[in-house]
């Protein structure tokens, strides 16, 4: 494995269901991540024993073993502790989520869930678990962001960019290709508790663009009509 792949977070599925684990798997790829299953609790213990994975998503509901008792497992293991686990059930009453977050899982959705707030709530998480990641070097085509140095270049030409254009940029650069919703930009650059009008995504989108786009260079960024906005080499407007 190349060591481009290697530096992806590791995303290990842990479900019964073989529709569902085909479209996590699908959805995580995308994202970025790299992705190992286990179809049982047992089987998860047995990987998770010979792979290292940056996070767990475990249903409550499985053969042989609960995902509650593999949450119980992991906790119990010095290289597992602090594995961020989020645990997927159809049990929606307030006790049992309380249990599951009781028994270690960090997070807890209910089925059927929305899939963008999980990809949302598996990148929080690995977020907090790989600070490391925030100091180090993004790049995509020509532009290369040096966290660290907080710096910015396209072609080796230094790019000036305010801070809101510089956390829209790293986001992007996070998820090259990925089309995000001027409401999920909002989410990830701005926080999710902050009030902030849908529009004024298109003026930091602009103001970006004018940043990185120097004469006769290609526009990087994307715009998907009614979807949202996307790094992409081709740039066009679909």
Not at 48 to 56: I, K, Y
Not at 136 to 143: K, N, P, R, S
């Amino acid at each position: 494995m190349d060591r481009e792949n290697v530096s992806k977070p590791l995303v290990m599925v842990v479900e019964d269901e073989a529709a569902l684990v085909t479209m996590l798997r699908y959805n995580l790829e995308k994202e970025g991540y790299r992705v190992c299953e286990a179809m049982d609790g047992e089987e998860a213990l047995t990987v998770l024993a010979e792979r290292s994975p940056d996070l767990v998503v475990l249903d409550w509901m499985l053969p042989i073993m609960s995902g509650i008792e593999v949450c119980r497992q992991i906790r119990r293991k010095p290289r597992t502790r602090d594995l961020p686990v989020i645990m997927l059930t159809a049990r929606g009453e307030e006790g049992d989520k309380i249990r599951g977050l009781n028994t270690g899982a960090d997070d807890y959705l209910t089925k059927p869930f929305s899939l963008p707030e999980l990809m949302a709530r598996v990148r929080a998480l690995l977020r907090r678990v790989r600070p490391s990641q925030s100091k180090g070097v993004l790049q995509y085509e020509a532009i290369v962001m040096d966290l660290a140095a907080h710096r910015v270049t396209r072609e080796g030409r230094n790019i000036h960019l305010g801070p809101t254009e510089f956390r829209l940029l790293q986001f992007l650069l996070q998820h090259p290709g990925c089309v995000f919703s001027r409401e999920e930009l909002l989410n990830a650059v701005w926080g999710p508790d902050i009030y902030v009008e849908p529009r004024t995504v298109d003026v930091h989108i602009r103001r970006l663009r004018k940043a990185l786009n120097g004469d006769e260079e290609a526009d990087i960024i994307r715009t998907v009509r009614a979807a949202g906005y996307a790094l992409d080499a081709e740039g066009t407007t679909v």
